[in-house]
């Protein structure tokens, strides 16, 4: 049973647009969640990371938006860049039990000029 | 890469054989893991180690074993390939007293 829901698959953005990727959980005792970045042949690597008790948080062009009544979370890029083209990936994890993060599925994201 | 090295970087191997992987690092972190990745499931957790001969399963973990005798080292093992452990595989740190994990490279494995 997926866990954390991810989507879209894939996603084309323009050069300077808004790149949104959006996540659900099911687990209430995940309280803690992170995005990956990953590149072709690389290992995935943190991208930003929010915890419950803050509804955003924001680095650099990079925003979590997170909605805990609704168990969502998302991930903005803003002014898009081509250098940003990679696979994004959102997880969760709990407290306790070794902290194992339950990843999305991953989404595509490529960045036209 | 937070001192983490995986080998080996790719493998071929063929069904029936037993296959280590090593993850080495280098800061002495107690939380270590292992993840395969495939195509439309995204990273899922196989075990998981959180200190010398203390391991635990994770959400994928038949058909795989793994050890650590020593902080800096953990083993998996595939005790006989099957073409369904075709994947990347990568291992990870926990940044104690974070939650952060970081990856390894990876190991592509092929099991033909």
């Known amino acids: 049973q997926q866990q954390v829901k991810q989507s879209p698959q894939s996603l084309i953005v323009q050069k300077g647009g808004i790149s949104i990727i959006n996540c659900a959980y099911e687990n209430t005792a995940f309280d803690y969640f992170p995005w990956y970045q990953q590149f072709p042949g690389k290992g995935p690597a943190l991208l930003i990371a929010i915890r419950p008790d803050v509804s955003e948080k924001k680095e650099g062009r990079f925003t979590i938006s997170f909605n805990k009544s609704a168990k969502q979370f998302s991930l903005h890029i803003m002014d898009s860049q081509p250098g940003d083209s990679a696979t994004y990936f959102c997880a969760a994890s709990a407290a306790g039990g070794g902290n194992k993060l339950t990843f999305g599925t991953g989404t595509q994201l490529k960045v036209e000029l | 890469d937070a001192g983490i090295t995986q080998s080996p970087r790719h493998k071929v191997t063929e069904t029936g054989t037993p296959v280590t992987l090593r993850c080495h690092q280098t800061?002495?972190?107690?939380?270590m893991y292992w993840y395969r990745q495939d195509p439309g499931h995204g990273l899922r957790l196989i075990h998981y180690?959180?200190?010398?001969?203390?391991?635990d399963k994770g959400e994928v973990s038949d058909g795989y074993s793994v050890s650590r005798s020593k902080t800096e080292d953990f083993l998996l093992t595939l005790e006989s390939a099957t073409s369904s452990q075709t994947s990347v595989y990568f291992c990870a740190i926990r940044a104690d007293p974070q939650e952060t994990q970081y990856f390894g490279p990876g190991t592509r494995l092929l099991v033909l």
């Open positions: 180690s959180y200190g010398v001969k203390d391991t």
């Open positions: 800061e002495n972190h107690r939380y």
